[in-house]
Nanobody, 121 residues
Framework: QVQLIESGGGSVQTGDSLRLSCEASERTFSNYVAAWFRQAPGREREFVAN????????NYADSVKGRFTISRDNSNHFVYLQMNNLKLEDTAVYYCAARRLSTPANLYAYWGQGTQVTVSS
C-alpha cells in the first residue's frame, strides 16, 4: 500500500506561482507512474499531468501545457507540480496519484488526500 501526502496548496492571485509536493511512502518509487489530478467545485476530477518513474516521460493536459511542470525525485520519493501563471480556472483540489508501471493506464490505485489551490483576481 502506497501512501501519498500532498502539500503546498494555498490561496494566490492570478499570475502567481505555486509548487505542490507529494511524498510517497514507497521506497521503490521509480517503479510507479506518478500523476496530478484536480477537481473543481461541481466538476469531475480531471487529469493534469503524469511522469513515468523509469523514463521520466511526462504528459500534460492541454489546459496546463506551458504553465505547469511535473517532476520527481525518486531517491526521496517526491513528486512535484510547479504551477506558473495561475488562472482563475486552476482553482481546485489537487490530488497526487500513483500506479505501478505494469498497471494499465488511467487505473491509479493510490491517491493522496488532496490539497486546495485557490486562485483569485
Amino acid at each position: 500500500q502506497v501512501q501519498l501526502i500532498e502539500s503546498g496548496g494555498g490561496s494566490v492571485q492570478t499570475g502567481d506561482s505555486l509548487r505542490l509536493s507529494c511524498e510517497a511512502s514507497e521506497r521503490t518509487f521509480s517503479n510507479y507512474v506518478a500523476a496530478w489530478f484536480r477537481q473543481a467545485p461541481g466538476r469531475e476530477r480531471e487529469f493534469v499531468a503524469n511522469i513515468y518513474g523509469n523514463t521520466g516521460s511526462r504528459n500534460y493536459a492541454d489546459s496546463v501545457k506551458g504553465r505547469f511542470t511535473i517532476s520527481r525525485d525518486n531517491s526521496n520519493h517526491f513528486v512535484y507540480l510547479q504551477m506558473n501563471n495561475l488562472k482563475l480556472e486552476d482553482t481546485a483540489v489537487y490530488y497526487c496519484a500513483a500506479r505501478r508501471l505494469s498497471t494499465p493506464a488511467n487505473l491509479y490505485a493510490y491517491w493522496g488526500q488532496g490539497t486546495q489551490v485557490t486562485v483569485s483576481s
